[in-house]
C-alpha cells in the first residue's frame, strides 16, 4: 500500500498512520528515556528526534518484535551538528548524500543513529525507556509493519 503518511506527536505520547486524511492506525508510545529534553542531539542522550524523516529500513526480525529504522540524522540535524563542529565536512555531505538519495544515513557518527519504530521490549518496559527510539505495542507494531514502506514519511512533533 502506498501513500501512507506517520504523525508522532512525542507531547501526547501518540503515534498516528494516516492515508490521505483517513487514520488507519492510532497507538499510545513510549520514547526516549530523556525525551523531555527536547529532541535527539547526540549519541547517548536519549532523546528521541524531531522533524521530517521517512522509513530507511525495515526489520521482521527485532529484538523488540518488529521495527522500522527511520532516517535520523536528516539533513537539518546534520547541518546543525556540522556548523556546531560536531560531524566532518565528509560526514555531512555524507549524510546528505544519502538523505537525498532516499538511503539510510550513516548512523556511525557523533549524532547517533538506529532511531526506530519498534515493538516492546521483551522484559515488558513502562513510561519512556527506550534510547530515543518510539515503541508500541506489538500488535499494533505488526499492523504498522504491513502499512508502512520504505521510504514512507515520518513527521515527530514536539
Known amino acids: 500500500m502506498s501513500g501512507i503518511n506517520i504523525l508522532i506527536e512525542k507531547s501526547a505520547r501518540r503515534l498516528r498512520a494516516f492515508s490521505g486524511e483517513e487514520c488507519l492506525l492510532e497507538a499510545q508510545i513510549s520514547l526516549g ?3 523531555e529534553d527536547g529532541p535527539k542531539r ?3 542522550d536519549g532523546r528521541t528526534p524531531e522533524g521530517g524523516y521517512f522509513v530507511c529500513t525495515r526489520n521482521e526480525r527485532s529484538k523488540f518484535f518488529r521495527a522500522l529504522g527511520l532516517s535520523y540524522p536528516n539533513e ?3 547541518l546543525a551538528a556540522f556548523r556546531e563542529g560536531m560531524i566532518s565536512q565528509r560526514e555531512w555531505d555524507s549524510i ?3 538523505i537525498q538519495n532516499g538511503q539510510r544515513p550513516d548512523w556511525d557518527t557523533a549524532l547517533g543513529g538506529f532511531i526506530m519504530i519498534h515493538g516492546e521490549h521483551p522484559d515488558g ?3 519512556d525507556w527506550t534510547a530515543g527510539c518510539i515503541a508500541i505495542e ?3 507494531m505488526q499492523k504498522l509493519f504491513d502499512l508502512a514502506h520504505l521510504g514512507c514519511p515520518v ?3 514536539p
Request: charged share 35%.
Open 125 to 127: 518496559r513502562e513510561g
Open 42 to 44: 547526540r549519541e547517548g
Open 33 to 35: 528515556f530523556g525525551a
Open 155 to 157: 513527521r515527530i512533533l
Open 138 to 140: 506489538n500488535g499494533q
Open 96 to 98: 546528505s548524500q544519502r
Open 76 to 78: 537539518q540535524d546534520a
